[in-house]
């Protein structure tokens, strides 16, 4: 479902979703900010260090989805959520656990402890955003998703942005805290985790063949038990994932 949806949303000319971060931390702001540059669905549209900087954005810019910081001087963020009105979809993050019954109280749309990993924002993210249904039944937009465009990721390499067709990626191999992704065009490099990306990927159309190896499966030119082919690049096939991808591959081995 998460990598359905992930895929419906960043089809090309896709609507964009605003962003409010709101902490008292800076370091914690970038980290939000690097995760949603991420994710070409959502748009900064700004951050605050206070709770009260962010009541006065709210009442004059659109928000979709707001991450908030529980602990800031002032007003708190569960105290914000109380004074609003027609709050927009809402992701705590806080480095309390404590406050988690009190917010599931107010219907925030997920709690996060700090420090927040990309594989948990991805999932948060994921559900403040409409589901397929919705989006189907929902007015077409200036903008909105056309499923004749190619789907296409931003990846963070050598400082800066770089599109990434997801029908041009041939395999994507792990390098500890990186990924090395193989295109048809050439290499990107960027710090993400295997898992991190495997979950932004469109699950009928990559195949993990091993720990440190994801494919394209209409890229595989031949196939053993024991290995995928693609453009002369032998690429192993784990024993962990061999039956999945046998059995994906409509081998049988016999």
């Known amino acids: 479902m998460l990598t359905w949806k992930l895929s419906y ?6 609507v964009k979703y605003n962003c409010l971060i709101v902490d008292d931390e800076p370091p914690a702001r970038e980290v939000l900010k690097r995760y949603i540059a991420q994710l070409p669905m959502l748009h900064l549209a700004g951050e605050c260090s206070n709770a ?16 908030l910081d529980i602990q800031m001087p002032q007003l708190s963020g569960l105290e914000l959520i109380g ?43 994921m559900k403040a955003l409409p589901d397929q ?5 929902a007015p077409v937009k200036k903008g909105a998703a056309d499923f004749s465009s190619p789907a296409f990721l931003y990846f ?14 041939q395999y ?15 290499t990107v490099i960027t710090k993400l985790t295997m898992a991190s990306l495997e979950a ?15 494919v394209a499966s209409d ?25 999945q991808v046998l059995a994906a591959l409509n081998c049988v081995n016999r």
Do not use: C, W
């Not at 009442?59 to 991450?67: A, N, R, T, V, Y």
């Not at 988690?100 to 107010?106: H, I, N, P, T």
């Not at 994507?172 to 048809?184: A, F, M, N, P, R």
């Open 9 to 14: 949303l960043i089809m090309e000319n896709n």
């Open 52 to 67: 009260l900087q962010a009541a006065a954005m709210l009442k004059s810019e659109h928000i979709d989805i707001l991450f």
């Open 83 to 125: 004074a609003l009105i027609n709050p927009p979809k809402i992701i705590l993050t806080t480095a309390f656990g404590q406050y988690a019954v009190k917010a599931f109280e107010l219907e925030v749309t997920d709690y996060l402890l700090k420090p927040v990993s990309f594989e948990r924002f991805l999932k948060a993210a």
């Open 133 to 137: 249904d919705s989006a189907q039944q």
């Open 156 to 169: 963070r390499a050598d400082r800066k942005m770089i599109k990434v067709q997801l029908d041009e990626i």
């Open 172 to 186: 994507v191999e792990s390098l500890k805290d990186y990924v090395k992704i193989h295109t048809t065009r050439g």
């Open 200 to 214: 932004m990927l469109p699950v009928a159309a990559f195949l993990r063949v091993h720990r440190s190896y994801l």
């Open 219 to 243: 890229k595989i030119d031949s196939y053993t038990p024991d290995e995928v082919y693609i453009s002369a690049r032998e690429i192993p096939i784990g024993a962990k994932y061999q039956m």
